[in-house]
């Protein structure tokens, strides 16, 4: 059973704090790594995408992937209360179209 | 703005009545999918189309169908639905490179803002 785990939360953050958000996949095969960000109501909203074990950083977000120790995480720098939301880590094998997803870290950025 | 786009944002159906969502597309990707969301869960696929080719999950409903007339749109009809139906359901598109040309498919995938049932 291919599974992505990630902490339910509520993770709780001060505002202008880093938050770290992380995540763990067991199929070794993994080949692409997501983030997703989905507000109450809303609809999922691509974030980051990470292949490559390393750092990807796009603005205030950074995706770090190990595929040694299969985790990928997401920092968010000098959180902002707009950055509270649900987050989503959704992996993708090769050749196979589907998106394993996890179940979401429940994000509160705290004013 | 390329984008995905989903009709009705709210549907209300009664417990059997047919409904029938729709999702459209300016990206002109290849591959559609319909993804069900219930309250903090993770979305779970139904279906996707890779180009016309249709691809059902094993646990889908039967009562659950979908149609693809052309590459920009995609239709996803509930047949009966149940309470247990009513949910968040996202359309999604990816571009992919498919099998077999040497390309790793990337799946970044880009939802539509969801339309929400309830079943009465």
């Known amino acids: 059973q291919k599974e992505v785990e990630q902490n339910s939360g509520p993770l709780s953050v001060p505002e202008g704090a880093i938050a770290s958000l992380n995540c763990t996949y067991s199929d070794r095969g993994s080949q692409s790594f997501f983030w997703y960000r989905q507000y109450s109501g809303k609809s999922p909203e691509l974030i980051m995408s990470?292949?490559s074990n390393g750092d990807k950083e796009d603005g205030r977000f950074t995706a770090q992937l190990n595929k040694a120790s299969q985790y990928v995480s997401l920092l968010i720098r000098d959180s902002q209360p707009s950055d509270s939301a649900t987050y989503l880590c959704a992996v993708n094998i090769y050749s196979n179209y589907q998106l394993i997803w996890g179940a979401g870290t429940k994000l509160i950025i705290k004013p | 703005d390329a984008m995905v786009i989903q009709n009705p944002r709210y549907q209300v159906t009664q417990f059997g009545k047919p409904v029938t969502l729709s999702c459209s597309q300016t990206?002109?990707?290849?591959?559609m999918y319909w993804y069900q969301q219930k309250s903090s869960q993770a979305p779970k696929l139904l279906f996707h189309y890779y180009d016309k080719d249709f691809n059902n999950e094993a646990d889908t409903p039967d009562n659950f169908q979908s149609r693809r007339p052309n590459t920009s749109f995609c239709f996803l009809d509930i047949r009966s639905p149940g309470l247990g139906d009513a949910a968040m359901y996202l359309c999604?598109?990816?571009?992919?490179?498919?099998?077999?040309?040497?390309?790793?498919?990337?799946?970044?995938?880009?939802f539509g803002p969801g339309t929400r049932l309830t079943v009465l």
């Open positions: 990470i292949y």
């Open positions: 999604a598109t990816s571009r992919e490179s498919g099998p077999g040309l040497g390309m790793s498919s990337y799946n970044e995938q880009f």
């Open positions: 990206l002109n990707h290849n591959v």
